[in-house]
């Protein structure tokens, strides 16, 4: 059997073609060409064309039977009933509704109902404040049909208006007690009129149809499994799907994903409450990690010097550094204050530009330990913890961020984790065995903190602690944690 694994992250495309029958692997990757001056708004039909673009190379002269679907939580696009554009997609980066949200989380009671009601918290990132933002701005959204990028990608691959529980489920609009639309929820945030894909379980299939069929190189008919958002893929890849193990992605985020028996949700609102495509997840999300590292080195070193040129200049020897606020990208978890700003704090002229870019690192990473604190205080301490992403690419990073949690950690050497899960959504949707050998990581290496620096890093820690509660927005009504 061959899978056809088709991602859109967020900034490149992916396809992975997995044959059961060899153990085969095939990956190919291409950063998305996005026009317009801002990179968190993209063109849905566009995108659409260099995935499937991408997706042909893929199968060229191979026999698909079974195409899957990968993209990213939180996005919005509105469109029309035959699919053509009222909007763009506004990615998970987008933040105009910011202040929207921000007067919002003043009304403490309607915060936590929103909270208890979807497992969301009151904040830019979810589609439910993007599409409040857009009716009060004036666009009459009766008959719009609501949409993401992987949803949307099903849709012209199909024709269905489907999507997964797991993908709705980072919208702000699916209910924590049922499994379908929360309608309450969209009458308060005045939504009515809005159209909603049909709900659909993870291992659901719809035909590839004729046009698409063309274009991606597959034959029409072909099974398409409904489309899955990557967070919860990753922990289908991981094979971390299980109550009490946890998935750690370092990646252009961060994310912490505790698999759990039902929605479990925190009592200062500090934590979200999704469904992978297999149960429940209980997690937290920075939006400050590996594009901070960029950032910091593109400023502070220009293009001319590589990380593996930087690694040299890192050192785990107790030093003075600055105290970096990883919030270039306004915050998620634990305090969802998407207006919190980001930058270095204690900076004096003996500090040395190699200096700044090793507390960009402790910076992100102290910031990832306090959302794993609420985590753990919620949920209690995970059986296994599971680390992967752009993390791995060095060394002191990822040494940093076991020495700074205190435990150990197993690294994944699985590449492509949330292609993987989407082949293994393939699989079980076809009825066949998910743990195929090229699939499984048999035996992964594990880091051991180093517990001498773990209780220097405690002390830092409680530092940042001081300066994230110093450098506060005025606006602090969300009940996040301080």
């Given at each position: 059997?061959?899978?056809?694994?088709?991602?859109?992250?967020?900034?490149?495309?992916?396809?992975?073609?997995?044959?059961?029958?060899?153990?085969?692997?095939?990956?190919?990757?291409?950063?998305?060409?996005?026009?317009?001056?801002?990179?968190?708004?993209?063109?849905?039909?566009?995108?659409?064309?260099?995935?499937?673009?991408?997706?042909?190379?893929?199968?060229?002269?191979?026999?698909?039977?079974?195409?899957?679907?990968?993209?990213?939580?939180?996005?919005?696009?509105?469109?029309?009933?035959?699919?053509?554009?009222?909007?763009?997609?506004?990615?998970?980066?987008?933040?105009?509704?910011?202040?929207?949200?921000?007067?919002?989380?003043?009304?403490?009671?309607?915060?936590?109902?929103?909270?208890?009601?979807?497992?969301?918290?009151?904040?830019?990132?979810?589609?439910?404040?993007?599409?409040?933002?857009?009716?009060?701005q004036g666009m009459d959204l009766t008959g719009g049909v609501v949409m993401d990028q992987n949803s949307y990608t099903f849709a012209r691959l199909t024709g269905r208006r489907w999507t997964s529980y797991s993908q709705a489920s980072g919208t702000g609009l699916l209910s924590t007690s049922s499994d379908d639309w929360d309608h309450e929820v969209i009458r308060r945030l005045g939504l009515d009129g809005i159209e909603l894909p049909e709900l659909h379980d993870g291992v659901d299939t719809a035909p590839l149809t004729a046009?698409?069929?063309?274009?991606?190189?597959?034959?029409?008919?072909?099974?398409?499994?409904?489309?899955?958002?990557?967070?919860?893929?990753?922990?289908?890849?991981?094979?971390?799907?299980?109550?009490?193990?946890?998935?750690?992605?370092?990646?252009?985020?961060?994310?912490?994903?505790?698999?759990?028996?039902?929605?479990?949700?925190?009592?200062?609102?500090?934590?979200?409450?999704?469904?992978?495509?297999?149960?429940?997840?209980?997690?937290?999300?920075?939006?400050?990690?590996?594009?901070?590292?960029?950032?910091?080195?593109?400023?502070?070193?220009?293009?001319?010097?590589?990380?593996?040129?930087?690694?040299?200049?890192?050192?785990?020897?107790?030093?003075?550094?600055?105290?970096?606020?990883?919030?270039?990208?306004?915050?998620?978890?634990?305090?969802?204050?998407?207006?919190?700003?980001?930058?270095?704090?204690?900076?004096?002229?003996?500090?040395?530009?190699?200096?700044?870019?090793?507390?960009?690192?402790?910076?992100?990473?102290?910031?990832?330990?306090?959302?794993?604190?609420?985590?753990?205080?919620?949920?209690?301490?995970?059986?296994?913890?599971?680390?992967?992403?752009?993390?791995?690419?060095?060394?002191?990073?990822?040494?940093?961020?076991?020495?700074?949690?205190?435990?150990?950690?197993?690294?994944?050497?699985?590449?492509?984790?949330?292609?993987?899960?989407?082949?293994?959504?393939?699989?079980?949707?076809?009825?066949?065995?998910?743990?195929?050998?090229?699939?499984?990581?048999?035996?992964?290496?594990?880091?051991?903190?180093?517990?001498?620096?773990?209780?220097?890093?405690?002390?830092?820690?409680?530092?940042?602690?001081?300066?994230?509660?110093?450098?506060?927005?005025?606006?602090?009504?969300?009940?996040?944690?301080?």
């Amino acid at each position: 059997m061959l899978i056809l694994a088709l991602e859109a992250s967020t900034t490149s495309a992916k396809t992975m073609l997995f044959d059961t029958e060899t153990q085969e692997v095939t990956v190919r990757t291409r950063r998305f060409v996005i026009g317009g001056e801002d990179a968190a708004v993209r063109e849905a039909e566009g995108i659409f064309v260099q995935l499937v673009q991408l997706g042909a190379e893929a199968a060229a002269g191979r026999s698909v039977d079974m195409v899957a679907l990968s993209g990213t939580w939180h996005g919005l696009t509105v469109r029309e009933p035959d699919l053509s554009p009222i909007t763009g997609v506004q990615e998970w980066p987008y933040t105009g509704a910011q202040d929207l949200c921000a007067d919002l989380r003043a009304d403490q009671e309607f915060t936590r109902w929103f909270y208890e009601r979807t497992g969301c918290m009151v904040n830019a990132i979810y589609p439910a404040f993007k599409l409040m933002l857009l009716a009060r701005q004036g666009m009459d959204l009766t008959g719009g049909v609501v949409m993401d990028q992987n949803s949307y990608t099903f849709a012209r691959l199909t024709g269905r208006r489907w999507t997964s529980y797991s993908q709705a489920s980072g919208t702000g609009l699916l209910s924590t007690s049922s499994d379908d639309w929360d309608h309450e929820v969209i009458r308060r945030l005045g939504l009515d009129g809005i159209e909603l894909p049909e709900l659909h379980d993870g291992v659901d299939t719809a035909p590839l149809t004729a046009q698409a069929a063309s274009m991606l190189g597959v034959a029409a008919g072909t099974p398409v499994v409904v489309p899955a958002p990557d967070g919860g893929l990753n922990q289908v890849g991981e094979d971390a799907t299980e109550p009490g193990r946890m998935t750690f992605s370092m990646g252009t985020s961060g994310a912490l994903r505790f698999a759990v028996g039902g929605p479990s949700l925190s009592p200062r609102m500090s934590t979200w409450a999704y469904r992978s495509p297999t149960g429940w997840l209980s997690g937290a999300a920075a939006s400050g990690c590996t594009n901070c590292v960029d950032w910091a080195k593109g400023q502070l070193f220009g293009g001319a010097m590589t990380f593996d040129q930087l690694e040299p200049m890192l050192s785990a020897r107790e030093r003075d550094l600055p105290l970096f606020m990883p919030f270039l990208f306004g915050e998620r978890c634990p305090g969802w204050q998407d207006q919190r700003r980001g930058g270095f704090l204690e900076l004096h002229p003996r500090h040395s530009r190699a200096d700044m870019y090793q507390s960009v690192l402790h910076g992100v990473t102290f910031s990832l330990l306090h959302c794993y604190r609420e985590l753990t205080a919620l949920n209690g301490e995970p059986e296994r913890i599971i680390l992967s992403g752009g993390v791995l690419s060095s060394p002191f990073w990822t040494q940093l961020t076991a020495d700074v949690f205190g435990v150990e950690m197993e690294i994944s050497a699985l590449q492509h984790s949330s292609t993987v899960g989407a082949v293994k959504m393939g699989l079980r949707a076809a009825g066949v065995e998910s743990a195929q050998p090229a699939l499984t990581e048999a035996r992964r290496s594990t880091i051991t903190p180093d517990m001498a620096r773990t209780r220097r890093y405690a002390a830092e820690f409680a530092r940042y602690l001081e300066g994230y509660a110093r450098t506060s927005p005025a606006e602090d009504a969300s009940g996040g944690a301080a």
